[in-house]
């Protein structure tokens, strides 16, 4: 059984999602994490997906709000040996629910093309060209909340 969690900036909870993102995102394709990235995320929604049995953190996202109506979801990362579960899934949807609730009607993502249609299927569509940020290859996904 699984369970999300609010993710308070700079407690150990924090310190294992960035961990998290790191051993998942960015790692794998040789980057580091950006320390003067790191005070920007003071202002993010944090949310965290906990197995319940162990207590142990094994996916997370960032949310930012970008304006009143749109929210970004941002370094979505689920522990490589619980790939494959549903976790992703289910993490994007409480993401969703938690922004609706908080009043914002639209969900962006810019997603490395390797999970384009991960996100297709969870109702994302694709918005405008292809475009590079750190040598790495993304597009602008969008969904109505």
């Known amino acids: 059984m699984i369970k999300f969690i609010d993710i308070e900036f700079g407690s150990g909870r924090y310190q294992e999602l960035l961990d998290l993102r790191y051993k998942v995102l960015l790692q794998p394709l040789g980057l580091k994490f950006l320390d003067s990235f790191r005070e920007q995320e003071a202002g ?5 997906c906990i ?8 996916g997370g996202l ?3 709000p970008v304006d009143s109506e749109e929210i970004r979801i941002m370094q979505v990362a689920v522990d490589e040996s619980r790939q494959h579960e549903g976790i992703g899934k289910k993490l994007i949807a409480y993401a969703e629910k938690t922004a609706k609730e908080i009043g914002y009607s639209q969900m962006v993502m810019h997603a490395m093309l390797s999970v384009v249609s991960f996100y297709e299927k969870l109702g994302f569509r694709q918005e405008g060209d292809l475009f590079e940020e750190r040598g790495i290859n993304f597009v602008r996904m969008v969904k109505q909340l």
Do not use: K
């Open 44 to 48: 993010f929604l944090h949310i965290g």
């Open 62 to 64: 960032i949310m930012v």
């Open 51 to 58: 197995d319940s049995s162990t207590d142990e953190l094994i």
